[in-house]
């Protein structure tokens, strides 16, 4: 079993809507929690950061991470086409593991017109 | 544009050969990282370097190696070749190298043959 789950999709959504994106993890150890985008053929590119539990706001994106359930989100209001890419999680122990981080598998997103 | 360069950006060659795939970190930035992306594994950590020395290594095979030089650039090399080596290989790059966030590069697209 892979430490991060995520599912791949596709996921297809009219622009507008909300977007729910999400992980699981088992590593009890993992304090600090990504989302990176990645566009086809490019470098992923961070979109958020947090560290331990809570939710954390920018602009259309929040991203919430329970560490109790080891589950992290990532949602995105009013989604337009440009958001359309693969979305991929993230997350270190930090400590001894220093920067290794683990992704998922990474979920593709398409936003209609 | 996240300021790391890697080079080539396509790479085409065959079962049993040698390459070097090359990186040069965001300006300022003192450690390295390789990670490979591959359809059935995703994205993974391979290997990371901090101001010239090993920090710390994932799943990397016996076949692959690395270097960090004295000017920050960074060099991995993959040798005796597998179909199997066929993947995205991206570079990123970090200040201090342990939860800092790291910059991804465009990748090397290597097809092995």
């Known amino acids: 079993q892979k430490e991060v789950e995520q599912d791949p999709g596709p996921l297809s959504v009219p622009e507008g809507a909300i977007v729910s994106l999400n992980c699981t993890y088992s590593n009890s150890a993992f304090q600090y929690f990504m989302w990176y985008r990645q566009y086809s053929r490019k470098g992923p590119e961070l979109l958020m950061y947090t560290y331990s539990s809570g939710n954390k706001e920018d602009g259309r994106f929040t991203a919430q991470v329970d560490k109790s359930s080891k589950y992290i989100s990532l949602f995105i209001r009013d989604s337009q086409p440009s958001d359309s890419a693969t979305y991929l999680c993230?997350?270190?122990?930090?400590?001894?593991?220093?920067?290794?981080?683990?992704f998922g598998q990474g979920t593709i997103l398409t936003v209609h017109p | 544009d996240s300021g790391v360069t890697q080079t080539p950006k396509h790479l085409i060659t065959a079962t049993g050969q040698r390459v070097t795939l090359r990186c040069s970190p965001r300006s300022g930035d003192l450690s390295v990282y390789w990670y490979q992306q591959s359809l059935d594994q995703g994205l993974q950590f391979l290997i990371q370097y901090y101001n010239g020395e090993e920090r710390a290594k994932g799943n990397i095979l016996e076949r692959f190696s690395a270097q960090q030089f004295p000017d920050l650039h960074s060099e991995l090399n993959l040798s005796s070749l597998e179909l199997g080596d066929s993947a995205l290989y991206f570079c990123a790059s970090s200040v201090v190298g342990n939860t800092d966030t790291q910059y991804f590069g465009p990748g090397t697209r290597l097809t092995v043959l």
């Open positions: 993230a997350m270190t122990a930090g400590g001894t593991s220093y920067g290794k981080l683990t």
